[in-house]
């Protein structure tokens, strides 16, 4: 399908025939920053902003995820099976780092032997639509992971800002579909390409941090045992804000909870980070210090995620950046290990 | 040449002391603060080699407080305190995770730290692309607009409350003191809080702390956090459940304040490490304000004073007993 | 699509005590359903996902040999909250189960092979399973000669004691077990199993070892086993990591770019020198 247009004024109606039909969430404004919410009307959508405080993983992903429930008292003992989520969804105004980040959590998530049904299913009744960047950040570096401020994996639809209209441009079948069921759609003229061209080529070029990440993973390839891991960790407080805010960490904690006889098996994230991670019951933890487990976040990321599936994990959202309480900066760290 | 060039700047002395202290082997380490990779940040860094002092800056981002990397060494340190630090260094020694030799204090007087997020608010969202502190205001400078800021507006609240600006103790002061706090009433907020009634207390707490995403920032960021395995991650037995369940959340915050009376200096830096923004500030001082009623005692004074809750006195409030 | 984290319901069928301080139990479990029995086909070296809801789940290699028709055995060492709950268990009582997990020790490659199966501690479950699916009369004559190196602690604290006594008296096995302090009645080796390796000298022809122990077992019997000659990618070890979801996805169980649950826990000595050594045992 080619590229088609709507224009600004289109948008809140458009979200409002889309509420009636999916659960529609977006960013909205909260205090001083931005959260992806359910919105109920298409005025609640923000649309000028830079990125959300905690990235949209969470639709796909949440923080707290029943696995299952069961009941404990002795007739009914048993494992129900949880319901499925009934509504189609729509994701509306992620940024592209975000919409790629979950093509990366698909490889974890989907691409083993072992399927993760929730995270599946959630995705198969998800259509993302994604909203470009004309303004990158300072702190983004996106380009430098195979991405960019218009790119457009792991979208069904992208928007680009152009001025009074929004360019569409439809990436999936999905996509094609729901632009045919909405009359606010029209083709895409010459003038609209031409200024999206020139949006999209500004946007690009002003992101100034390039590295090369490939020549990261081959210096991490023999870093192991290196003593830079000490430098780089000594001021490290081992929280977790980077992994929790982090577009493609995954990992998550099992825990059973109960009341009186009712109890749930549910999932929480969790952080490669924390000093338990890896406890094992004898006492021994192989990570015993944050130098092992700065160790692993950066050797994760940049050559395990390599090594397994081609591509870094990470989509240079430059979250991790901003919230990091002592301001260790992945930039500086990628810089530095290329400096080894 | 004018008169402020005679007076060299706080961030020369803190690189002249920082040098002379590795040059003469009086530390093995200077821990102090560097540029940092952002506007208006500045960044912990741990120097070693005499040359490396050159990177040592000091100005109204310096934000984090440094004593939480002291514990568990062997060697002789050097530490860029401002008041608030150096009162954790003394609490850290009163409970022998630290002794007097160990730590050469460079104590600095301090006139408060900006709130980033005080920033951000005001600025609507707009990034801030270069930063400059001059005198009393700050320049902030983005795409498309610059913004004068008066920096006393912006300073972090722990800095307004402070009353301690002066570190108590040092071994080198750099630069002068500065005139205290005296006049404020640092608790006036929790008093009106304290005053409204219970439900508008919990609907305050429950709607803050459900944002809480238990990423621990707070507990990190503490210089008195120091459990070898803190209360939330036994299992045996379990204290609370893992999750962001609000009753979970509410009583992990509410237990570390409490493991905090009588030992928290207020420096803030809970409150400045949480990513999601909440105010953490209000539990962790009415503890402090409740010690400070109750037993006449605040922390991170005097390294002869006995914590309140290492000891008694036999005319200690006890209203509670009926 | 299967949901992998669903467990299904086993029944315990018996509780064997295995040492004399009561830590170590045996659970001998029956399917409670046919299909459930009927898909569960494992091999020695797989592990399963034992859980007690409520409290939680924990991972176990599976203990029985797939040569033992009818149920599954697993072997639990009591020492934190999902082991202890285990303990509590009385026969007739239900586990839940996920699995089988993991992959098996390569029985194609073994096949007319030397085998010498090393095993320390309370670690020896899997290779029981080995041990008897190689020792049982369809399989023995696919392998060669067959070795088996056992050292606990103290006498008492021998698994599977019974089996022991039946393998010393085959022809076709030789057992030596060793203890690191001998009681009065104890006749026989006394030292750790990296001396007692030494001692016993097993040729390195046509061979294979296989290791499984608590990680300082395991770091001074490799070097015994290199030197004797064996090569890294005839030295086969079970690995043990914290895990959660078994399946690969929580990220936890890593050692380098290999996940300990889908990965292994089997692993060549050549594959794990490709892997950052985490658990200091094998550099």
């Given at each position: 399908?080619?590229?088609?247009?709507?224009?600004?004024?289109?948008?809140?109606?458009?979200?409002?025939?889309?509420?009636?039909?999916?659960?529609?969430?977006?960013?909205?404004?909260?205090?001083?920053?931005?959260?992806?919410?359910?919105?109920?009307?298409?005025?609640?959508?923000?649309?000028?902003?830079?990125?959300?405080?905690?990235?949209?993983?969470?639709?796909?992903?949440?923080?707290?995820?029943r696995l299952f429930s069961y009941?404990?008292?002795?007739?009914?003992?048993g494992i129900e099976e949880p319901l499925?989520?009934?509504?189609?969804?729509?994701?509306?105004?992620?940024?592209?780092?975000?919409?790629?980040?979950?093509?990366?959590?698909?490889?974890?998530?989907?691409?083993?032997?072992?399927?993760?049904?929730y995270?599946?299913?959630?995705?198969?009744?998800?259509?993302?639509?994604?909203?470009?960047?004309?303004?990158?950040?300072?702190?983004?570096?996106?380009?430098?992971?195979?991405?960019?401020?218009?790119?457009?994996?792991?979208?069904?639809?992208?928007?680009?800002?152009?001025?009074?209209?929004?360019?569409?441009?439809?990436?999936?079948?999905?996509?094609?579909?729901?632009?045919?069921?909405?009359?606010?759609?029209?083709?895409?003229?010459?003038?609209?390409?031409?200024?999206?061209?020139?949006?999209?080529?500004?946007?690009?070029?002003?992101?100034?941090?390039?590295?090369?990440?490939?020549?990261?993973?081959?210096?991490?390839?023999?870093?192991?045992?290196?003593?830079?891991?000490?430098?780089?960790?000594?001021?490290?407080?081992?929280?977790?804000?980077?992994?929790?805010?982090?577009?493609?960490?995954?990992?998550?904690?099992?825990?059973d909870?109960?009341?009186?006889?009712?109890g749930e098996r549910i999932?929480?994230?969790?952080?490669?980070?924390?000093?338990?991670?890896?406890?094992?019951?004898?006492?021994?933890?192989?990570?015993?210090?944050?130098?092992?487990?700065?160790?692993?976040?950066?050797?994760?990321?940049?050559?395990?995620?390599?090594?397994?599936?081609?591509?870094?994990?990470?989509?240079?959202?430059?979250?991790?950046?901003?919230?990091?309480?002592?301001?260790?900066?992945?930039?500086?760290?990628?810089?530095?290990?290329?400096?080894? | 040449?004018?008169?402020?060039?005679?007076?060299?700047?706080?961030?020369?002395?803190?690189?002249?002391?920082?040098?002379?202290?590795?040059?003469?082997?009086?530390?093995?380490?200077?821990?102090?603060?560097?540029?940092?990779?952002?506007?208006?940040?500045?960044?912990?860094?741990?120097?070693?080699?005499?040359?490396?002092?050159?990177?040592?800056?000091?100005?109204?981002?310096?934000?984090?407080?440094?004593?939480?990397?002291?514990?568990?060494?062997?060697?002789?340190?050097?530490?860029?305190?401002?008041?608030?630090?150096?009162?954790?260094?003394?609490?850290?020694?009163?409970?022998?995770?630290?002794?007097?030799?160990?730590?050469?204090?460079?104590?600095?007087?301090?006139?408060?730290?900006?709130?980033?997020?005080?920033?951000?608010?005001?600025?609507?969202?707009?990034?801030?692309?270069?930063?400059?502190?001059?005198?009393?205001?700050?320049?902030?400078?983005?795409?498309?607009?610059?913004?004068?800021?008066?920096?006393?507006?912006?300073?972090?609240?722990?800095?307004?409350?402070?009353?301690?600006?002066?570190?108590?103790?040092?071994?080198?002061?750099?630069?002068?003191?500065?005139?205290?706090?005296?006049?404020?009433?640092?608790?006036?907020?929790?008093?009106?809080?304290?005053?409204?009634?219970?439900?508008?207390?919990?609907?305050?707490?429950?709607?803050?702390?459900?944002?809480?995403?238990?990423?621990?920032?707070?507990?990190?960021?503490?210089?008195?956090?120091?459990?070898?395995?803190?209360?939330?991650?036994?299992?045996?037995?379990?204290?609370?459940?893992?999750?962001?369940?609000?009753?979970?959340?509410?009583?992990?915050?509410?237990?570390?304040?409490?493991?905090?009376?009588?030992?928290?200096?207020?420096?803030?830096?809970?409150?400045?490490?949480?990513?999601?923004?909440?105010?953490?500030?209000?539990?962790?001082?009415?503890?402090?304000?409740?010690?400070?009623?109750?037993?006449?005692?605040?922390?991170?004074?005097?390294?002869?004073?006995?914590?309140?809750?290492?000891?008694?006195?036999?005319?200690?409030?006890?209203?509670?007993?009926? | 699509?299967?949901n992998?984290y669903l467990p299904?319901?086993?029944?315990?069928?018996?509780?064997?005590?295995?040492?004399?301080?009561?830590?170590?139990?045996?659970?001998?479990?029956?399917?409670?359903?046919?299909?459930?029995?009927?898909?569960?086909?494992?091999?020695?070296?797989?592990?399963?996902?034992?859980?007690?809801l409520?409290?939680?789940?924990?991972?176990?290699?599976?203990?029985?040999?797939?040569?033992?028709?009818?149920?599954?055995?697993?072997?639990?060492?009591?020492?934190?909250?999902?082991?202890?709950?285990?303990?509590?268990?009385?026969?007739?009582?239900?586990?839940w189960?996920?699995?089988?997990?993991?992959?098996?020790?390569?029985?194609?490659?073994?096949?007319?092979?030397?085998?010498?199966?090393?095993?320390?501690?309370?670690?020896?479950?899997?290779?029981?399973?080995?041990?008897?699916?190689?020792?049982?009369?369809?399989?023995?004559?696919?392998?060669?000669?067959?070795?088996?190196?056992?050292?606990?602690?103290?006498?008492?604290?021998?698994?599977?004691?019974?089996?022991?006594?039946?393998?010393?008296?085959?022809?076709?096995?030789?057992?030596?077990?060793?203890?690191?302090?001998?009681?009065?009645?104890?006749?026989?080796?006394?030292?750790?199993?990296?001396?007692?390796?030494?001692?016993?000298?097993?040729?390195?022809?046509?061979?294979?070892?296989?290791?499984?122990?608590?990680?300082?077992?395991?770091?001074?019997?490799?070097?015994?086993?290199?030197?004797?000659?064996?090569?890294?990618?005839?030295?086969?070890?079970?690995?043990?990591?914290?895990?959660?979801?078994?399946?690969?996805?929580?990220?936890?169980?890593?050692?380098?770019?290999?996940?300990?649950?889908?990965?292994?826990?089997?692993?060549?000595?050549?594959?794990?020198?490709?892997?950052?050594?985490?658990?200091?045992?094998?550099?």
């Open positions: 399908m080619k590229e088609m247009k709507i224009a600004k004024n289109d948008l809140v109606s458009f979200l409002d025939t889309l509420i009636t039909e999916y659960e529609v969430f977006a960013p909205v404004k909260k205090d001083s920053s931005v959260v992806f919410q359910e919105i109920y009307s298409g005025s609640e959508a923000l649309l000028d902003y830079s990125n959300s405080q905690k990235p949209p993983k969470e639709m796909f992903f949440p923080q707290k995820e009941d404990l008292s002795p007739k009914k003992a499925l989520a009934e509504k189609q969804r729509i994701i509306f105004g992620i940024r592209p780092c975000d919409a790629r980040s979950f093509v990366l959590l698909d490889r974890v998530f989907s691409g083993g032997v072992y399927k993760d049904i995270y599946i299913d959630k995705r198969k009744k998800t259509l993302v639509i994604a909203l470009g960047c004309n303004r990158p950040k300072s702190t983004c570096f996106c380009t430098s992971l195979g991405g960019g401020p218009f790119s457009q994996e792991g979208s069904d639809l992208l928007l680009i800002d152009i001025g009074q209209e929004y360019v569409v441009q439809v990436i999936t079948d999905k996509g094609e579909e729901l632009i045919k069921k909405h009359k606010e759609f029209m083709e895409a003229d010459e003038q609209s390409l031409f200024s999206m061209r020139k949006v999209v080529d500004t946007a690009e070029a002003s992101i100034k941090f390039r590295v090369d990440v490939w020549k990261v993973k081959e210096k991490l390839d023999g870093m192991f045992d290196d003593p830079f891991w000490d430098l780089v960790s000594e001021k490290c407080l081992g929280c977790s804000a980077c992994t929790y805010l982090c577009p493609t960490c995954h990992c998550f904690d099992v825990v909870e109960v009341i009186g006889q009712r999932r929480i994230w969790d952080s490669c980070a924390f000093p338990n991670f890896t406890l094992q019951t004898s006492g021994f933890n192989p990570r015993p210090t944050i130098k092992e487990r700065v160790r692993q976040r950066i050797m994760h990321k940049f050559k395990y995620f390599v090594d397994n599936y081609g591509v870094a994990a990470c989509v240079g959202c430059g979250r991790c950046i901003r919230e990091c309480p002592v301001n260790l900066d992945i930039r500086a760290v990628l810089n530095s290990i290329l400096e080894r | 040449m004018n008169g402020d060039d005679l007076m060299p700047d706080i961030s020369t002395m803190i690189r002249d002391t920082a040098r002379k202290l590795l040059e003469e082997k009086k530390v093995d380490l200077v821990i102090g603060f560097e540029k940092g990779t952002l506007p208006l940040r500045s960044t912990p860094c741990f120097i070693r080699n005499s040359k490396e002092a050159e990177k040592l800056v000091w100005n109204a981002s310096c934000e984090n407080n440094l004593a939480r990397y002291l514990r568990k060494r062997q060697e002789k340190i050097g530490i860029v305190a401002k008041g608030c630090d150096v009162r954790s260094i003394v609490e850290l020694i009163k409970e022998k995770q630290l002794t007097r030799e160990q730590v050469f204090i460079i104590g600095i007087p301090c006139n408060g730290m900006v709130d980033r997020k005080k920033i951000d608010l005001k600025l609507n969202g707009r990034e801030i692309l270069e930063a400059e502190e001059k005198d009393a205001t700050l320049i902030l400078k983005g795409y498309n607009f610059t913004e004068t800021l008066d920096k006393e507006e912006f300073l972090h609240d722990s800095c307004r409350t402070c009353k301690y600006r002066n570190p108590v103790i040092y071994d080198v002061l750099i630069g002068n003191k500065v005139a205290e706090n005296e006049g404020t009433d640092e608790y006036e907020e929790i008093r009106q809080f304290e005053a409204k009634s219970a439900d508008e207390r919990w609907q305050f707490f429950t709607e803050e702390f459900s944002q809480c995403i238990r990423c621990y920032a707070c507990r990190n960021a503490c210089p008195l956090c120091y459990c070898q395995e803190c209360f939330v991650d036994n299992s045996q037995p379990q204290w609370i459940g893992k999750t962001t369940n609000l009753s979970d959340t509410l009583i992990f915050h509410v237990v570390r304040a409490l493991h905090a009376a009588g030992r928290c200096v207020d420096c803030g830096a809970c409150d400045r490490a949480c990513p999601m923004g909440i105010d953490i500030r209000k539990l962790t001082r009415k503890v402090q304000m409740d010690v400070k009623q109750l037993f006449h005692y605040e922390a991170g004074i005097s390294v002869d004073d006995i914590p309140p809750l290492a000891t008694f006195n036999l005319d200690d409030p006890q209203e509670f007993i009926k | 699509m299967k992998p299904f319901a086993m029944r315990i069928d018996k509780i064997v005590i295995e040492t004399e301080d009561y830590n170590i139990k045996t659970f001998r479990l029956s399917f409670l359903n046919k299909e459930d029995e009927e898909s569960f086909n494992y091999l020695p070296g797989q592990f399963a996902q034992l859980s007690i409520g409290v939680g789940e924990a991972p176990f290699g599976i203990a029985s040999s797939p040569t033992q028709i009818g149920g599954l055995e697993f072997t639990v060492n009591k020492a934190g909250v999902v082991t202890t709950a285990l303990h509590n268990l009385e026969e007739g009582g239900i586990i189960v996920r699995g089988p997990l993991g992959n098996c020790f390569p029985l194609e490659e073994l096949e007319g092979k030397n085998i010498v199966i090393i095993g320390g501690g309370f670690a020896f479950t899997t290779l029981r399973s080995l041990t008897n699916y190689i020792l049982n009369e369809k399989h023995r004559g696919q392998f060669g000669k067959v070795i088996v190196i056992y050292g606990v602690r103290r006498p008492g604290l021998f698994l599977y004691k019974n089996e022991l006594k039946e393998w010393e008296r085959r022809p076709d096995c030789e057992l030596y077990l060793t203890v690191d302090k001998a009681d009065e009645v104890w006749q026989g080796k006394v030292g750790v199993v990296p001396n007692i390796i030494k001692e016993v000298n097993p040729s390195p022809e046509n061979s294979y070892a296989v290791v499984c122990g608590p990680p300082v077992m395991i770091k001074f019997t490799l070097p015994v086993l290199r030197a004797l000659g064996f090569l890294p990618e005839r030295i086969i070890l079970s690995l043990e990591m914290r895990m959660k979801c078994g399946i690969g996805i929580c990220g936890r169980c890593n050692i380098g770019n290999r996940y300990v649950c889908k990965d292994g826990p089997i692993f060549t000595l050549a594959q794990l020198s490709e892997l950052p050594d985490e658990l200091l045992i094998w550099r």
